[in-house]
């Protein structure tokens, strides 16, 4: 199963692409973003639309599904999509919201069919900043290649 293309709407995997927007016609196969060079002709100096492909593009899928609460989705027909790590929004900073932020990562990385393996996860307090967890995690690609390894933080 190929990584796949999407806009970039996340600020870590901005890419100019060439795609015209009518080929923008399915999930998961390619969408839009925003990017700060346009990718057509452009005389106003607006940004355009970007497209990521491949590792940015698993990239941008895993940090939306993550950040996207658990079926906020499903008047679209997509109920199990996101995660429950909003529900921590809140909680105090203790083992078990980290044990939670670790159990939500799980829940959401398993039902991405783009990854085929879960390499490493590390849900930590920074230190200089108690009020955060990090979570940190590299998730191998479906077909192999290197672990894409990413790190969100999440402040309860």
């Known amino acids: 199963m190929p990584l796949g293309a999407d806009l970039a709407l996340t600020r870590f995997t901005g890419a100019a692409g060439g795609s015209p927007l009518d080929e923008a016609h399915s999930w998961g196969a390619l969408d839009l973003a925003i990017a700060s060079r346009p990718t ?10 970007a ?4 590792r940015e593009n698993l990239a941008q899928a895993l940090i939306l599904r993550l950040i996207t609460p658990r079926g906020s989705l499903a ?3 997509h109920v199990a999509y996101g995660s429950r790590l909003g529900e921590l929004v809140g909680r105090r900073d203790d083992a078990a919201a980290r044990a939670l932020a670790r159990l939500y990562v799980l829940e959401a990385l398993a039902a991405e069919p783009r990854v085929a393996a879960l390499e490493s996860l590390v849900v930590e307090t920074d230190a200089a900043r108690p009020d955060v967890i990090r979570i940190a995690f590299a998730a191998v690609p479906v077909g192999g290649g290197e672990p894409l390894a990413l790190t969100l933080e999440l402040a309860p």
């Open 51 to 54: 497209v990521v492909t491949d």
């Open 40 to 49: 057509g002709p452009r005389t106003s100096g607006e940004p355009g639309l």
């Open 75 to 77: 008047p679209l027909g």
